[in-house]
T-cell receptor, first 106, second 112 residues
Framework: DAKTTQPNSMESNEEEPVHLPCNHSTISGTDYIHWYRQLPSQGPEYVIHGLTSNVNNRMASLAIAEDRKSSTLILHRATLRDAAVYYCIPGRGSTFGDGTTLTVKP | EAQVTQNPRYLITVTGKKLTVTCSQNMNHEYMSWYRQDPGLGLRQIYYSMNVEVTDKGDVPEGYKVSRKEKRNFPLILESPSPNQTSLYFC???????????FGPGTRLTVL
């Protein structure tokens, strides 16, 4: 699996958009990009995944750079329940790094 | 309800006493895996299984065994637990490898 670089932490205000970046410059051409999040005291949960095109679902949007070396998870309106650790995982989705701890302020 | 269950949720044991952590999924998923989570080290994959009777080592398999005799169950076996296996363990399943993974609630293991 490709190595990833994510900021250790980010802060957001409630009801504002949040852009969580991930660098995966060693990704291979066939690797999907998966995003998971882990709420306090819970197991990780799937957020979204994509290959080349931008993707949207009810939880978030995923913007993938044209060269696929980076991606951005977009939470359109952060809520307090979105406070979690967010993991970007290229490949078959089994190598979790340290992720980004998102804090949402009321 | 579609879910992954793990038992026990909490376990305190002593060095060398064999234990099994069970994992079961009700979604007819082919792929199952075990992770451990330690502070500062993130989640690391221990073993995974692509289907019944097919298991493979993950990144940190030493000291662990698994079996996959039925599609729904994927127990994690510690034949001789040691204190460095104190950790939070998660089981996960997905339809096939690379698809959305569903995680269990976790098992917190302490080995004294």
């Amino acid at each position: 699996d490709a190595k990833t670089t994510q900021p250790n932490s980010m802060e957001s205000n409630e009801e504002e958009p949040v852009h969580l970046p991930c660098n995966h410059s060693t990704i291979s051409g066939t690797d999907y990009i998966h995003w998971y999040r882990q709420l306090p005291s819970q197991g990780p949960e799937y957020v979204i995944h994509g290959l080349t095109s931008n993707v949207n679902n009810r939880m978030a949007s995923l913007a993938i750079a044209e060269d696929r070396k980076s991606s951005t998870l977009i939470l359109h309106r952060a809520t307090l329940r979105d406070a979690a650790v967010y993991y970007c995982i290229p490949g078959r989705g089994s190598t979790f790094g340290d992720g980004t701890t998102l804090t949402v302020k009321p | 309800e579609a879910q992954v269950t793990q038992n026990p949720r909490y376990l305190i044991t002593v060095t060398g006493k064999k234990l099994t952590v069970t994992c079961s999924q009700n979604m007819n998923h082919e792929y199952m895996s075990w992770y451990r989570q330690d502070p500062g080290l993130g989640l690391r994959q221990i073993y995974y299984s692509m289907n019944v009777e097919v298991t493979d080592k993950g990144d940190v398999p030493e000291g662990y065994k698994v079996s996959r005799k039925e599609k729904r169950n994927f127990p994690l076996i510690l034949e001789s637990p040691s204190p460095n296996q104190t950790s939070l363990y998660f089981c996960a399943s997905s339809l096939v490898s690379g698809y959305e993974q569903f995680f269990g609630p976790g098992t917190r293991l302490t080995v004294l």
